[in-house]
């Protein structure tokens, strides 16, 4: 009979550095920010149409 083989345990998923929150923060602030920025600069000009002549 041989001798049972360890199995090594299965290794950890990989993280990606960003993905990782600290402890106790919001881990949508990331995406909250970024849709803020996105929206913010859409909309902290004014319109297209204000620079049209009449």
Do not use: Y
Not at 16 to 21: G, V, Y
Not at 24 to 35: D, K, S
């Amino acid at each position: 009979m041989t001798p049972a083989q360890p199995i090594a345990p299965p290794l950890p998923r990989p993280s990606l550095p960003k993905a990782r929150s600290r402890a106790g923060e919001n881990p949508l602030v990331h995406i909250i920010l970024a849709f803020w920025a996105l929206w913010h600069c859409r909309h902290a000009r004014p319109p297209d149409t204000a620079l049209t002549p009449l």
